[in-house]
DNA sequence: TGACGTCCCATGAAATCCCATGTTATTCCA
DNA sequence: TGGAATAACATGGGATTTCATGGGACGTCA
C-alpha cells in the first residue's frame, strides 16, 4: 500500500471544499470509493484521514466478536464508526468538510496535510507550526 | 458490503416518520426489499438497524450453531428475530415508526442515527450524547 | 365515524456537479 | 541544457440536483 508522505497546504474555501493533495489521492483510492474517510482525532485538534478499506478491514475485526455478546464491542465502535466521515472526491480532487470537522480542527482559511505513513492528519496552521515544533525539541540529539 | 459510518440527526414527524438518512439507505438497499430492520436493542435504550441481507446471514449463523450445541439459541433467537420489525421506505425514503420502536428508545421529536460499521442504532439526542461520551471515555489513549 | 396508516405533492436549504482560470510542475525538442 | 509547449493541479464561482421535512388527500380497519 501506498503511504503518505510529506507536509502540504492547502486553501479551504467559503463552502468548506478543500483539494486533498494529489499525492494522498492516489494513495487513497484503493477500490470501488473514490474519497477518504476523515475523524476528528481524539488525542489532538486535528482530523485523520484513512482509506476506505482501511475502515473495511477494521469493520471485519470488529465482526468476529459476534453482535449478541456482551462486549462492549458497540461502545468502541461508536467513536470510531460514528464519528468517521466519509467524503467523496469531487471531480477536481476536493472534499468538502462538514462544519463538526472544521470546528474540531479549528480550520478556517487554511488547512495543513501532514503524512503520517498508513495515515495522515490535517491541522489548522498555528496549531500545527505549535506542535511541528514540539515534536523537534523531543527529537533532539536524536540521530536521522 | 458497505458500512455505515458517522452521525446524523433527524426530524420525527406528528406521525412518526423519519426520513433514514441517505447515505444509509443506498447502504441498505442491496437486494430487492427496499427498507430496513429494525431491532429494539436488549442492551440500550436504542434501536439497531440492519440490512435485510444482513438478517439472513445472522440467520444461517444461528442454524449453524444449533447444529452443535443444545443451547438457548432458540430463546435467543426467537428474541432477536421476533421483535425485528421490516419497515418500508416511502418515495422520499422515510419510515414509519411503530410505538414500540419510539417508546423503547424514548425518541419523540428527534433521532440521532449512529453509524456502527455493518449495522446503525437510532438514539434519542440526550440518551445518545451520553452514550457517546462514555464512548469517547473508554476509547481514551487509543490511536486516532 | 374516528383513529390510523399510506400515498402524493410542495418547498427551502444544503450538498454536489460543472465549467473557467491561474499557477506550478513536467515533458519534449532543438 | 535552455526554453518553449504541454500537462497536472489547486482554486473560484455559478448552476443544478438531492435531501429532509411539512401538509393534505385518500383508503382502511376496528
Redesign the interface.
Known amino acids: 500500500m501506498a503511504l503518505f508522505l510529506s507536509t502540504h497546504t492547502n486553501k479551504v474555501d467559503a463552502k468548506g471544499r478543500v483539494s486533498i493533495p494529489a499525492v494522498f489521492r492516489s494513495a487513497l483510492v484503493q477500490d470501488a470509493f473514490q474519497g477518504v474517510?476523515l475523524?476528528p482525532?481524539?488525542?489532538v485538534p486535528a482530523l485523520?484521514g484513512f482509506a476506505?478499506g482501511m475502515?473495511?478491514s477494521?469493520?471485519e475485526r470488529?465482526?468476529r466478536f459476534?453482535?449478541?455478546s456482551?462486549s462492549?464491542s458497540?461502545?468502541?465502535?461508536?467513536?470510531?464508526?460514528?464519528?468517521?466521515?466519509?467524503l467523496s472526491f469531487d471531480e477536481t480532487g476536493r472534499v468538502g468538510l462538514t462544519k463538526e470537522l472544521l470546528a474540531h480542527a479549528g480550520i478556517t482559511e487554511n488547512a495543513v496535510f501532514v503524512g503520517l505513513g498508513t495515515?495522515f492528519q490535517i491541522w489548522e496552521p498555528k496549531a500545527y507550526a505549535k506542535r511541528h515544533q514540539e515534536s523537534l525539541k523531543k527529537m533532539q540529539g536524536t540521530a536521522t
Chains 1, 2 share one sequence.
Open positions: 474517510v475523524i482525532s481524539r488525542r485523520e476506505m475502515m473495511q477494521l469493520s470488529f465482526d459476534d453482535l449478541f456482551a462492549d458497540d461502545l468502541e465502535s461508536m467513536a470510531f464508526f460514528g464519528d468517521a466521515v466519509p495515515k
